[in-house]
C-alpha cells in the first residue's frame, strides 16, 4: 500500500478558504474511494468528507467543504470555505478499496493509505 501524499494546509484566518490536495501517485489502478479525516489535539480522528459514487460530509462541515477528484490526476481535493477556529486539526487523506456508502464511507477502519498528514490552522 502506497501512501497518499497530502498538501496545502497552512494557517487562515477565520471566515477564510484552503484547498486540500491529496495525491495517489502510487496507484495504478483500480477502483477506490478516497476520503478526508482530521484529528485535532487530545481528540479522536473524525471523517470530514469522501467521494465515492456519491460525496458524503461530516455535519460540522456541510455546506462548507467540498471534496471532488481529479482522476486523470490520481487526486482529491478538499475545498475548505468558512472556515472556523474549530477546523483546526491535521488533516489525513486515504482510501477505501472498492466503492463505499453512506455509512462505510465514514468507518476509518475501512480506510488504507493514510498520508502524513497536512496542518490546517484557523486563527479567530
Known amino acids: 500500500q502506497v501512501p497518499m501524499v497530502e498538501s496545502g494546509g497552512g494557517l487562515v484566518q477565520a471566515g477564510g478558504s484552503l484547498r486540500l490536495s491529496c495525491e495517489a501517485s502510487g496507484r495504478t489502478g483500480g477502483v477506490y474511494s478516497p476520503g478526508w479525516f482530521r484529528q485535532a489535539p487530545g481528540k479522536e480522528r473524525e471523517f470530514v468528507a469522501a467521494?465515492?459514487?456519491?460525496?458524503y460530509y461530516a455535519d460540522s462541515v456541510k455546506g462548507r467543504f467540498t471534496i471532488s477528484r481529479d482522476n486523470a490526476r490520481n487526486t482529491v481535493y478538499l475545498h475548505m470555505n468558512s472556515l472556523k477556529p474549530e477546523d483546526t486539526a491535521v488533516y489525513y487523506c486515504a482510501a477505501v478499496a472498492g466503492s463505499c456508502t453512506h455509512y462505510s464511507c465514514r468507518d476509518r477502519r475501512l480506510y488504507r493509505s493514510w498520508g502524513q498528514g497536512t496542518q490546517v490552522t484557523v486563527s479567530s
Open positions: 467521494i465515492s459514487r456519491s460525496t
